[in-house]
Nanobody, 120 residues
Framework: QVQLVESGGGLVQPGGSLGLSCAAS????????MAWYRQAPGKERELVAT???????DYSDSVKGRFTISRGDAKNTVYLQMNNLKPEDTAVYYC??????????????WGQGTQVTVSS
């Protein structure tokens, strides 16, 4: 099992910045990707940013150029730096870790979620 604990989040004004952290513990071997997802009220959970074990990153179009995903030196912590925040970024943000289960499937682990609210 993998445990993911998120921190950060809160209330910020439009145009402001906020950082999220996610610490992974437990059986973290063979995790090949970590990611941030978000879910706004009444909407489906969406993928925001990913970082692979090789430190390759990818972003959704809605956050590209504003958000940065990175990993700590210990590789068990992942960060999401969010700049130029917009009201539409308001959501619960979830940390995700993924490891291969078979040649065609993965096991996913989730954090408890942290609220980000962008409002004046």
């Amino acid at each position: 099992q993998v445990q993911l604990v998120e921190s950060g989040g809160g209330l910020v004004q439009p145009g402001g910045s906020l950082g999220l952290s996610c610490a992974a513990s437990g059986s973290t071997f063979n995790i090949n990707r970590m990611a941030w997802y978000r879910q706004a009220p009444g909407k489906e959970r969406e993928l925001v940013a990913t970082i692979t074990s090789a430190d390759n990153t990818d972003y959704s179009d809605s956050v590209k150029g504003r958000f940065t995903i990175s990993r700590g030196d210990a590789k068990n912590t992942v960060y999401l730096q969010m700049n130029n925040l917009k009201p539409e970024d308001t959501a619960v943000y979830y940390c995700n870790a993924r490891r291969p289960y078979s040649s065609t499937s993965f096991l996913h682990y989730w954090g408890q979620g942290t609220q980000v609210t962008v409002s004046s």
